[in-house]
């Protein structure tokens, strides 16, 4: 993990806390990987927090100018964050539907929940509805990507067993990574003659993936065999944290 991140991010122990955070803010997808790595570990989150909720939203703006930054920051920050409150809490799990619209992380002094970076951010503001809220605001409008990506649902993790296993998306990789959780993801799926049981988040996303379509041109990229009938998993929303890819 450590090849990952600045050096200065993962020796913050020996900087003041202004020190740490100005520089943390210098290197805000590092950041995200670090507030990852620390939740993993159980370190204290305090100082990255703090880093995060106090970074100038033009500052933001800058570092995060392409989808493929604002990919990566965002769904480390959404694992984060995940992790972070269970581990603080795991009995918010009881009540799913508060706890994805519960304000769980602030960003450049603005709360978000986890609907508000998945929906909002990462889907460009689909099913706002679900969310909460039936119109984007304007940091939702400032910093959500500019192309929808479908792969992002292999990647974020809520906490359930069903979910994809966490990884450290790193900004240079973040293409190749995001295949090969897809593809690791989907290779895993049951078959029977006939039939292949994809997960359920491409049922509830279906539109994102361009249907059944665009599931079968997926299919086909991956080199899986043609099934005459695409089926849904049950989504098993047992409690399941730290389900860290190794």
């Not at 927090?49 to 990566?72: C, F, G, S």
Request: glycine share 6%; with cysteine; hydrophobic share 40%.
């Amino acid at each position: 993990m450590q090849h990952l991140i600045k050096p200065y991010l993962v020796c913050y122990s020996v900087l003041s806390s202004h020190e740490y955070i100005h520089q943390a803010q210098d290197a805000l997808v590092p950041l995200s990987q670090e507030l990852l790595f620390a939740a993993r570990t159980g370190n204290p989150v305090v100082a990255q927090l703090q880093a995060l909720a106090t970074v100038d939203r033009n500052e933001l703006l800058r570092q995060l100018d392409t989808d493929r930054l604002k990919m990566t920051f965002w769904i480390n920050v959404y694992n984060a964050a995940v992790q972070i409150a269970l581990e603080g809490n795991s009995t918010l799990f009881e009540n799913r539907a508060a706890f994805f619209r519960k304000n769980i992380i602030t960003v450049a002094g603005h709360p978000l929940s986890l609907d508000d970076i998945e929906h909002g951010i990462l889907r460009r503001s689909l099913l706002r509805l679900r969310a909460g809220r039936l119109l984007p605001n304007g940091f939702e409008k400032m910093f959500r990507v500019t192309r929808l990506d479908p792969r992002i649902h292999f990647a974020l993790n809520y906490g359930a067993r069903s979910c994809p296993p966490i990884e450290y998306y790193d900004d240079a990789r973040i293409d190749e990574q995001l295949d090969l959780a897809m593809k690791s993801h989907l290779q895993e799926t049951r078959q029977t003659p006939g039939a292949i049981f994809l997960p359920a988040f491409m049922n509830w996303y279906r539109g994102d993936f361009g249907g059944k379509k665009g599931m079968r041109r997926i299919l086909q990229k991956l080199g899986l065999p043609e099934f005459e009938a695409i089926r849904f998993q049950r989504f098993d929303w047992s409690l399941f944290p730290h389900n860290y890819r190794e």
